[in-house]
Antibody
């Protein structure tokens, strides 16, 4: 099970940190992703981190502004977001990814006001 | 902007077979990277429907199947049911961009 938290209303240019708490599986063995869905839009992948955190990828839309990290001792995944823009408004999902993204959280909503 | 293109909508009557195409390029589907398929109902978490070479997670009925050829992939749903009304997305990895990518999404409507 994955449970996201940290979503909120924030002003443009502000920062926010999302968390994703994992349970029911060996978190440290799995790659993880953050995916978002803006209102009326499709799913958009934004970041990946390997099981030990050694490999990280970002979508161009968030590169340089968002930072993915994980704490395997706490079974937790994080997304630090800064310089937020109106177009970052979305539901943010964390997902476990090995053979496809097979476990998803329910999402947390980030609203950036301009 | 997604690098995987899907038709915006597909519709069919109950019991019919429908297919959704996912068109990529030589830097993603064409490289041989796996294509995965997801079902997404508004307000819920996306659900993995098919992973890799036509593999279904436990609980996904065999009415759902996938195929891949060259730079394209497709999802087929046979015996269409009202509960299949949802948005469907393909997903792969793009080696030239080093990013994971979702398709543009297809809304299935059961007539």
């Amino acid at each position: 099970q994955l449970v996201e938290s940290g979503g909120n209303l924030v002003q443009s240019g502000g920062s926010l940190r999302l968390s994703c708490a994992a349970s029911g599986f060996t978190f440290s063995s799995y790659e993880m992703h953050w995916v978002r869905q803006a209102p009326g839009k499709g799913l958009h992948w934004i970041s990946y981190i390997s099981s030990a955190g050694a490999n990280i990828f970002y979508a161009d839309s968030v590169k340089g502004r968002f930072t993915i990290s994980r704490d395997n001792a706490k079974d937790s995944l994080y997304l630090q977001m800064k310089s937020l823009r109106a177009e970052d408004t979305a539901v943010y999902y964390c997902a476990r990814g090995t053979f496809g993204m097979d476990v998803w959280g329910q999402g947390t909503t980030v609203t950036v006001s301009s | 902007q997604s690098v995987l293109t899907q038709p915006p909508s597909v519709s069919g009557a109950p019991g019919q077979r429908v297919t959704i195409s996912c068109t990529g390029s030589s830097s993603n589907i064409g490289t041989g990277y796996d294509v995965h398929w997801y079902q997404h109902l508004p307000g819920t978490a996306p659900k993995l429907l098919i992973y890799g070479n036509n593999n279904r997670p436990s609980g996904v009925p065999d009415r759902f199947s996938s195929s891949k050829s060259g730079t394209s992939a497709s999802l087929a749903i046979t015996g269409l049911q009202a509960e299949d009304e949802a948005d469907y997305y393909c997903q792969s990895f793009d080696i030239s961009l080093s990013v994971y990518v979702f398709g543009t999404g297809t809304k299935i409507t059961v007539l």
